[in-house]
């Protein structure tokens, strides 16, 4: 976990308000995923971002939900209009370099949508 | 697409006893193998890895091994610990690096002193 940082590490939003969750990779680190755990799942893969670009957004839902990783900053996970289901941990991992295979992850957002 | 199968869903030891978790997968393509310990409240931390080339790995108390005709890894963690409590998942890949990992369903590990 060490270095991989992640704010807020609690998030209350009503239903149809905005939740940003960010994320800042480990240093020298610049590949992104987020994933999402529900209570007393796994790991579900949301997105996958270097620099700039989605690399694979296949588990990221379509509507409502986007992500981004400027140049500069952290990394953005964007839910407009959260519903009850919405609520989880989401947590950001990075990985150090072009065909790694190591993910480091951060203390996850717990995301409760009231 | 990757699918992880992972048992049991929880497991209970004593002090000093063995636990092992067990994990199935069923791309034969994968080539690496990570596990993560989580304690409550915390993020997904990496505890050991293999890669397809070895099928053996120790780190201290902690052996991953791995069959890849069978298409299935184990974790083992020896004399175990109260610390060592915890939900364990392991997780593979697809073929190549920067790959998005697809976990398992976790293991809860209790070990009672």
């Known amino acids: 976990n060490a270095g991989v940082m992640q704010n807020p590490r609690h998030l209350v939003r009503r239903r149809g308000q905005e939740a940003r969750l960010r994320c800042s990779p480990m240093k020298g680190h610049s590949h992104v995923y987020w994933y999402r755990q529900l209570p007393e799942e796994g790991l579900k893969f949301m997105v996958y971002?270097?620099?700039?670009?989605?690399?694979?957004e296949s588990g990221m839902p379509k509507e409502r939900f986007s992500a981004e990783f400027p140049k500069e900053g952290p990394s953005i996970l964007r839910i407009q209009q959260v519903v009850r289901g919405d609520s989880a941990a989401y947590f950001c991992?990075?990985?150090?370099?072009?065909?790694?295979?190591?993910?480091?992850f951060g203390p996850g957002t717990r995301l409760t949508v009231t | 697409g990757e699918n992880v199968e992972q048992h049991p869903s929880t497991l209970s030891v004593q002090e000093g006893d063995s636990a092992v978790i067990k994990c199935t997968y069923s791309d034969s393509a994968s080539n690496y193998f990570p596990w993560y310990k989580q304690e409550l409240g915390k993020g997904p931390q990496l505890i050991i890895d293999?890669?397809?080339?070895?099928g053996e790995k120790k780190d201290q108390r902690i052996a991953v091994t791995l069959n890849k005709t069978a298409k299935h890894f184990s974790l083992h963690i020896t004399e175990t610990q109260p610390e060592d409590s915890a939900v364990y998942f392991c997780a593979a890949p697809g073929i190549a690096g920067n790959t998005p990992l697809v976990f398992g369903k976790g293991t809860r590990l209790s070990v009672i002193a």
């Open positions: 293999i890669r397809s080339n070895v």
């Open positions: 991992a990075s990985s150090p370099s072009e065909g790694a295979y190591e993910q480091y």
């Open positions: 971002l270097q620099k700039e670009n989605i690399i694979d």
